[in-house]
C-alpha cells in the first residue's frame, strides 16, 4: 500500500522559482553505475510509461490489448479511450503532479482510468487490502485464474506470475515484478537478514524504488539501510514453493503485537477473526499487560447476535491456531472506526482506548 513520506507533495515540490542548483542538491541520486547498469539492461527506459504504452499502440494498432468481462478492446481503441479520459481529467482542474485515489478492480474501466492518469501527468495512488481463501475459492469454482499484487509509492512491486501453483497465487503476493529487484527480509530496525518463513521487515532496493526521499537527509537514515535498501515498514516473509521465493504479506511493524516476546500478525489473526460467521469486521491491537508486557484485544462487528470470547477461541483452536495468537478480550462494535474516506481503520483510536483494558477472566 503506498504510504506518505515525511512531507506532503506541495511540501516537497519545487517551484518555479527554486534554483535547479538546489533542487538537484536535495535529490538523492541513485548511483552511477547502478544507473547505467539499469538502462544497458533495459530495466529503466527514456519513455515514460504513458510515452511507452503510446508507442506499443502505435506499433500494434490492431492487435487485442484488453480482454474483460465481454469487453474486447484493440491497443489503439485503448489508446484512445485513455486519451478521452486523460482530457477530461484536465478539464475537472486536476492539475499534473497532482495524487489521484484510485480503488483498483478488476474492469475494463479501471484500466483505461489508469493509463488515462498517466497519460494526464496525474500519480495514481491505489488502495486494497488481503484477499480471503474463500473469495480464491469461489473464482477456481468458476474456473477463473486469479492471483495478488503487492505495490507502494515508493516502489517494490510483487505480482503473482501466471504460472505459479495455485497454493502460491493463494497465499503469497507473488514476486519481484522486475529482474533487478532486490528483496531482503530483515529484523525489524536493524540489518540482520532473516530466513524462509521468518516474518521480518520487507526492506528493498531496484530500478524503480526511490534511493530517498526528497530534501529530508535526517529521516533518510533511518527509512533506509546503509547499503541502500528502503525499509517499507511491512511485515512479510519469504516462502519457497517449487523452488521459487514468493513473498506474504504480515501487516505492519507498528502492528505487531509483542506477547512476552511472542509475536503475534495482527493482519493474520484478523483475517482468522473474520473466517469466523458471526464476525464481520476484525481490528487486533495491544492492550497493556504488567507481566507480559501486551495482550491481544480484539474489536469486532458482528454479523448478527454477538458471540463469547469462548466461542472465539474453539473457532480458532479449529483453525490450528497457535494459542499465544488468541485474543484475550473482545469488545463488540456497531462498526469500526475509519481514518478517512478511503476506509482504512483508525487502529490509533483502537489502540488508545485499549490502554484502559484487561484481559477477561478465563
Known amino acids: 500500500m503506498p504510504r506518505p513520506g515525511p512531507h506532503s507533495l506541495a511540501q516537497t515540490a519545487p517551484d518555479e522559482a ?17 544507473a547505467a547498469r539499469y538502462l544497458a539492461n533495459g530495466s529503466w527506459s527514456r519513455h515514460s510509461l504513458a510515452e511507452s504504452f503510446r508507442r506499443a499502440a502505435q506499433a500494434w494498432p490492431g492487435r487485442t490489448a484488453l480482454i474483460c468481462d465481454g469487453t474486447e478492446w484493440t491497443y489503439a481503441e485503448l489508446d484512445a479511450r485513455a486519451d478521452r479520459r486523460a482530457a477530461g ?10 495524487a489521484v485515489l484510485l480503488q483498483v478492480n478488476n474492469t475494463a474501466e479501471a484500466v483505461v482510468t489508469w493509463y488515462a492518469l498517466l497519460k494526464a501527468g496525474l500519480v495514481p495512488v491505489c488502495t486494497g487490502k488481503k484477499v480471503p481463501l474463500s473469495h480464491f475459492a469461489a473464482l477456481r469454482d468458476r474456473g477463473i485464474w486469479s492471483g495478488q499484487l503487492f505495490g507502494m509509492g515508493e516502489g517494490l512491486c510483487l505480482v503473482t506470475p501466471l504460472d505459479a501453483p495455485e497454493i502460491a497465487r493463494m497465499t503469497t503476493v507473488g514476486t519481484p515484478l522486475a529482474n533487478e529487484d532486490e528483496v531482503r527480509i530483515l529484523e525489524p530496525g536493524g540489518e540482520a537478514q532473516l530466513g524462509t518463513d521468518v516474518i521480518g521487515e520487507l526492506c ?44 506474504t504479506m504480515e501487516g505492519r511493524i507498528k502492528d505487531m503485537i509483542n506477547r512476552g516476546g511472542e ?9 482468522l477473526l473474520v473466517s469466523h460467521p458471526g464476525v464481520s469486521e476484525a481490528a487486533l491491537v495491544a492492550m497493556p499487560d504488567q507481566r507480559l508486557g501486551e495482550r491481544a484485544c480484539a474489536f469486532l462487528v458482528p454479523t448478527g447476535v454477538e458471540v463469547s470470547l469462548q ?7 479449529s483453525l490450528g491456531v497457535a494459542k499465544y495468537k488468541w485474543p484475550e478480550r ?19 483510536t483502537l489502540r488508545n482506548r485499549a490502554q484502559t483494558l484487561s484481559p477477561e477472566p478465563r
Open 18 to 34: 527554486t534554483p535547479v542548483s538546489a533542487v538537484a542538491a536535495a535529490l538523492v541520486p541513485f548511483p552511477e553505475d547502478v
Open 89 to 98: 481529467f484536465n478539464a475537472l482542474g486536476l492539475a499534473p503532479g497532482s
Open 204 to 247: 528493498a532496493r531496484g530500478p524503480y524504488t526511490l534511493r530517498g526521499y526528497f530534501n529530508a537527509p535526517e529521516h533518510n537514515v533511518r527509512a533506509f539501510t546503509s547499503d541502500g535498501f528502503y525499509r517499507t515498514g511491512d511485515l512479510a516473509a519469504a516462502r519457497v514453493i517449487d523452488g521459487v521465493t514468493y513473498y
Open 263 to 271: 509475536k503475534i500478525s495482527a493482519a493474520e489473526v484478523e483475517l
Open 311 to 317: 466461542d472465539i477461541r474453539a473457532h480458532l483452536e
Open 330 to 348: 473482545l469488545v463488540w462494535l456497531d462498526s469500526l472506526p475509519r481514518r478517512s474516506a478511503v476506509g482504512k481503520i483508525d487502529k490509533e
